[in-house]
Structures are given as structure tokens and as C-alpha cells.
């Protein structure tokens, strides 16, 4: 669960940074120049994750499979050759947690923007908002995990969501601010604790011997 913690961490300060600005500057100049300091800033994030990425440690199944001599050449064709069924299975598991992330941080505030329900910055405050309850709930189900089945945990979200998605999402339109916050933190659990299940079951989907880059 850690690695999804770590990327959802990054997306909060990509949300959270640029609302700063916003509210630092005034609108000629961030349209003069300010525009380019989140920008500014994420050179130094890059660079931060070139190194980190750079000393990442391997684990020592891999390690054990290097000396062996059991890694295999060509992942990506032995990949596609011998676990396609696995590949689609993880698109689609994926994919829907795209669709939930794309929902909660992207499309419901700037829907409600767009219609007058927030202004700009209460709405970027509200995705970092959901983010951290999407972070706390990561690290709480990807500490739980090993006790439940991830195949019928996400199943339950899935479930879930397609249940709960209208009447939430009437309220988010329809609701008072204290109801829309509600919905908004329903949300961010759901992702949060089907993110941990989803990074526990793709752990274990593919050998290490084609590693995770192969797909």
C-alpha cells in the first residue's frame, strides 16, 4: 500500500500547491508570471524522484532469482504470451480505480464549479481534503489486508460504489455543504480502501521473474 500512499501524497501536493499560489497572488499576476512557480517547483520534485528512484533497493526474491539465473530475458513477450488473461483482469481492476480517482480529485469539483457551487480555490481544497482521507484509508486497509480476501473486498467496493454513486452524487448537487462533505468522505474511503486492496492483489498477480515493468 505504500507505493499508492506515496503517488496519492504527490497528487495532494499537486492539488495543494497551486491553490496556494492562487490565493498568494493576485489574478494579473498570476497570469503575468506566478502561473510558472508550481511549475518551477516540480523541477525540483522530478529530480528528487530521479534519485530515489535511482537507489531503490531490488527485493531479495528478485535477487535470489537474478543470481539464479531464472529472470526472464524478454518479460514483455513472455508477458503477453503467457499471462494475457492476467493482463486484462488488472486493466479493467485498474481501471475502475481510475474512474473513482478521476471522479473524486477531477471531475466532481470542477462539475461543481462549473455550476456555481464552489468557487475555484474551495474546490481545489476539497480534493486535497478528500486525498488525505484517501491516504488515511490506504494505509489503514494495506495494514488490515492480510486478514481479508482482496478479490471479495474489492468486489464489496465495486458493488458499493455502482450502489451508492446516484444518491451521493444527488446529494453533492442537491445537498446542503455539510451533506456534500459527507458524500465527498464516503467517496474518498471507497477509493482509499479499494486502492490498498487493489496494490496487495497486483503484488501477487505476476511472478517476480517478469518483474512489474514488464506490464
Known amino acids: 500500500a505504500l507505493p499508492m500512499t506515496a503517488a496519492m501524497v504527490g497528487v495532494a501536493l499537486g492539488s495543494l500547491i497551486p491553490a496556494l499560489?492562487?490565493?498568494?497572488?493576485?489574478?494579473?499576476?498570476?497570469?503575468?508570471?506566478?502561473?510558472?512557480?508550481?511549475?518551477?517547483?516540480?523541477?525540483?520534485?522530478?529530480?528528487?524522484?530521479?534519485?530515489?528512484?535511482?537507489?531503490?533497493?531490488?527485493?531479495?526474491v528478485f535477487k535470489k532469482l537474478k543470481n539464479d539465473h531464472q529472470i526472464i530475458s524478454n518479460p514483455v513477450r513472455y508477458s503477453l504470451t503467457t499471462k494475457l488473461k492476467e493482463i486484462i483482469k488488472v486493466a479493467f481492476i485498474v481501471a475502475f480505480g481510475g474512474v473513482i480517482n478521476y471522479l473524486i480529485i477531477i471531475y466532481i469539483p470542477a462539475f461543481l464549479t462549473n455550476q456555481g457551487e464552489l468557487i475555484l480555490t474551495h474546490a481545489t481544497f476539497l480534493s486535497f481534503t478528500s486525498l488525505i482521507v484517501v491516504i488515511i484509508s490506504i494505509l489503514i486497509v494495506g495494514k488490515l489486508i492480510n486478514t481479508w480476501n482482496r478479490k471479495i473486498l474489492m468486489l464489496s467496493i465495486i458493488i458499493i460504489t455502482l450502489v451508492f454513486s446516484w444518491p451521493l452524487s444527488h446529494l453533492l448537487l442537491n445537498g446542503t455543504a455539510?451533506?456534500?462533505?459527507?458524500?465527498?468522505?464516503?467517496?474518498?474511503?471507497?477509493?482509499?480502501?479499494?486502492?490498498?486492496?487493489?496494490?496487495?492483489y497486483l503484488a501477487e498477480v505476476f511472478p517476480a521473474k517478469i518483474r512489474y515493468t514488464s506490464m
Open 178 to 200: 455539510y451533506q456534500m462533505i459527507l458524500s465527498f468522505v464516503f467517496f474518498s474511503i471507497i477509493e482509499g480502501a479499494y486502492f490498498g486492496a487493489m496494490m496487495a
Open 21 to 60: 499560489v492562487e490565493l498568494s497572488f493576485s489574478n494579473a499576476e498570476l497570469m503575468q508570471w506566478a502561473w510558472r512557480i508550481p511549475f518551477l517547483i516540480s523541477i525540483f520534485i522530478a529530480l528528487l524522484g530521479f534519485i530515489m528512484r535511482r537507489q531503490l533497493i531490488e527485493t531479495p
